[in-house]
């Protein structure tokens, strides 16, 4: 009986297939092999909650039954409950199945919630496997990019993208990570030829045209996109950027709202609190978040001081190594680090949302600088230190982050700072962190190197407070500069970004920053022409030795 019945699941023959189970299930309640039969019948009939109360029942009568396990685990995925997918993944493994699809399904959980390692191991053994498995291989592809580590992700992916259209879609990506715009669009292209009304597809188009300075080709894929998913978080965001590269700030700050539903990110948005849209709150308590890179935080953070408009008492939750940095911040009454998880308030705003709330047009830019000081004892713990050095100090950041994507199309190669090598007069200090002494001897000056002892952005800012000029490429310190009022030159990649602008040598946001932008042909002309201005700035801010 239970054959037939089976076999008419099967045939698809659902009604006389449910006329023969309903009495065997009514008389047998206790039989696992009833119980399978039950759920496969709803499930193919599209029935998943019924489906899940037939495969859980099977579950308790044989606890080590991995098929019912492992059909717990494809529904609850099914249908968005990641935490049940994940006990159903793994009880039908601890059960005893052997099954490359059961490692590949539980990895993508533990990918979609970051823990790579734990995720790699699934995807591994999934190929250990089943060695020509596609889809593990393109999602072991995806855990090397969410490490940054390009080539392997590309390698994986290539690998499988004649097979595999998700993994065609994410060489673009990847080529998009690394810098490689012109190769990620035309790889884009060939999957747009194959789905054009493929989302990633065409906000992977727009991002590659944003940084190719693609504007209107940029602006119509990523409104193609949303005329297919109008709420799609990705191609918001992408046209927010677009409106803030042309100086539409209203419109800008409108769309950028979009980033708190993107999916990978919306958690650290979700935290349960009323909004802040800008009323006055007095006697209470007003949240504001950090948000996204360092960077960003020390770019809004000159709007802080125009909170004591909401009369509120203000907490600033930030990264532990903006601390101390902050903590005489006009406008901001407390400082917490991010560390703490719950922070009592009467509503919260994100950082980079004060700007909408603000109106924030370009006419009020820069506002007032410097915004940012370091602790004065730090300053002058410094000053003593540096007292003896009459040449001109310019301190140098030379190689961004080394966790962050498309490093290689934004920053020179550490031999091409020899440009510098030949200016008298000038004592360059490092201010890069992150990189070891392997790294740092690639770069072909004489650096002080007082890093290791840079141990949060207090302690920076103190160094560059003694120093003449900050010469950096677009990192965080780049901005702490900047928001001090520093003498900074940027070296600009040449990539479309609203913060600096299309073109010029000077910021809106930084009255003191001189962006010197990398042309086309790589960074060798740009060097040059720091080279023969540092030469000048040299001859101007050379000293007596102090005793």
Known sequence: MLLEISALIGQRSYLLAAQKLNPLAASHPN????????????????????????????????????????????????????????????????????????????????????????AQQCFEEALRLEPAFAAARNNL??????????AQAL????????VEFDARVNVGQVLNDMGEHAQARTAFLACFEEQPDHVPVL??????????????DAER?????????????????????????????????DLYEARVQIPKYEHQYASGHPRWHGEEMPGRTLLVSAEQGYGDVLMFARFLPSLTRARATVVFRCSKPLVRLFGGMQGVDRIVSD???????????????????????????????PYIRPPEALVLAWSKRLA?????????????NPDRARNGARVPAPGEYGALCDVAGVTYYNLQVGFGPAELSKVPLALVDHSAELTDFADTAALMANLDL??????????????????????????????????????????????????????????????????????????????
């Open 31 to 118: 039989d696992v092999d009833v119980a399978m039969l039950c759920g496969q019948l709803a499930l193919m009939r599209g029935e998943s909650a019924e489906a899940v109360k037939h495969f859980e029942q099977a579950a308790i009568l044989a606890p080590g039954l991995a098929a019912a396990h492992a059909q717990l685990g494809a529904l609850h995925a099914a249908m968005g409950n990641a935490e049940l997918a994940l006990r159903g993944y793994q009880a039908a493994l601890a059960a005893g199945a052997v099954s490359a699809a059961l490692h590949n399904n539980l990895g993508t959980i533990y990918l979609d919630r970051g823990k790579l390692d734990d």
């Open 203 to 216: 906000c992977g188009l727009g991002g590659a045209c944003i940084w190719l300075w693609q504007l209107d």
């Open 470 to 547: 900050v010469i950096a490429v677009d990192t965080s310190v780049a901005h702490l500069a900047g928001a001090m009022g520093k003498p900074t030159w940027l070296l600009n990649s040449g990539a479309a970004d609203w913060r600096w602008e299309i073109d010029g040598i000077d910021s809106p946001w930084y009255p003191s920053v001189r962006i010197f932008r990398r042309r086309e042909d790589g960074w060798a002309r740009t060097l040059a022409e720091v080279a023969e201005a540092l030469r000048s700035f040299a001859l101007t801010h050379s000293r007596n030795p102090r005793s």
């Open 388 to 400: 003896l050095d009459p040449r001109a100090r310019v301190g140098l950041v030379w190689g961004g």
């Open 221 to 253: 894929y990523f409104n193609l996109a949303l005329a297919r998913e109008p709420a799609n978080a990705n191609a918001r965001v992408g046209l927010a950027n677009i409106a803030l590269l042309r100086g539409e700030f209203a419109l800008g700050w």
């Open 339 to 369: 560390a703490a998880s719950f922070v009592a308030c009467d509503a919260e705003i994100p950082l980079l949302s004060l700007a909408r709330v603000l109106r924030v047009t370009r006419k009020d830019l820069p506002g007032v600088v």
């Open 141 to 150: 592809g995806r855990v090397w990019r969410e490490r940054h580590e390009f």
């Open 155 to 162: 390698e994986c992916f290539r690998a499988v993208a004649p």
